[in-house]
Each structure stands twice: as structure tokens, then as C-alpha cells.
Nanobody
Framework: VQLQASGGGLVQAGGSLRLSCAAS????????VGWFRQAPGKEREFVAL????????YYADSAKGRFTISRDNAKNTVYLQMNSLKPEDTAVYYC????????????????WGKGTQVTVSS
């Protein structure tokens, strides 16, 4: 499956952004889809994941209460709504997919897209 992330940009602290991950190439609704991020000089870290039908959602502690992940299988797209953004949310955000929704926990997600830059100014 090919993944294309978009929606990044520059926003002030407290603002919002919505990232999109458009998928193509295979049956999209067979895959759990998630977001990871990597800040300069830091390890890549998990942000959020939604299972194949949207009934199970997983969030990093840093995302809980501020970020919402959702999917529209008719559009082959997953969204990450990010509210109350903080400077520490600045990172490249990557969209990822795997048939096993638990793969995010084990670091074994199979498919990755190119990232989209999110910059939050203070």
C-alpha cells in the first residue's frame, strides 16, 4: 500500500492542524493506519492509530485529549486532527499502515509514507 501524508505546516501554539493520509494500491480497509512523529535529534515516536474499521483507537499519552484520529474508508483516507498544539509537537509526522493493529506497539509497522512537517511556534 502507498501512503501520502499531507496537511502539515506552521502554526502558533494553541492552534490546530489536520493531517491527512491518503492510501492507494491495496484494499485500504484491511489495514490499521497510524501516525508516528520524529523531532530533530529524537527517536521516532508513536502518536496515534486507528484499526481497520475505526472501532479501536490508540493514542500516545502526549496526544490524548488533544489529537483525534479517524478514517474514511470510502475515501481511503485517515485523518489526524491536532488541537491545542504545543511547540513540543514540532516534528515530521509519518503515516504508517499494517494489517496487524498491534504492530505499532512492537515497532513493526510495514508500510510508511513520506512525512509532513509540523512546526508549532511559541
Amino acid at each position: 500500500v502507498q501512503l501520502q501524508a499531507s496537511g502539515g505546516g506552521l502554526v502558533q501554539a494553541g492552534g490546530s492542524l489536520r493531517l491527512s493520509c491518503a492510501a492507494s494500491g491495496r484494499t485500504f480497509n484491511n489495514y490499521a493506519v497510524g501516525w508516528f512523529r520524529q523531532a530533530p535529534g529524537k527517536e521516532r515516536e508513536f502518536v496515534a492509530l486507528v484499526n481497520w474499521d475505526g472501532t479501536s483507537l490508540y493514542y500516545a499519552d502526549s496526544a490524548k485529549g488533544r489529537f483525534t484520529i479517524s478514517r474514511d474508508n470510502a475515501k481511503n483516507t485517515v485523518y489526524l486532527q491536532m488541537n491545542s498544539l504545543k511547540p513540543e509537537d514540532t516534528a515530521v509526522y509519518y503515516c504508517t499502515a499494517d494489517q496487524n493493529e498491534g504492530s505499532w506497539y512492537y515497532g513493526t509497522m510495514t508500510y510508511w509514507g513520506k512525512g509532513t512537517q509540523v512546526t508549532v511556534s511559541s
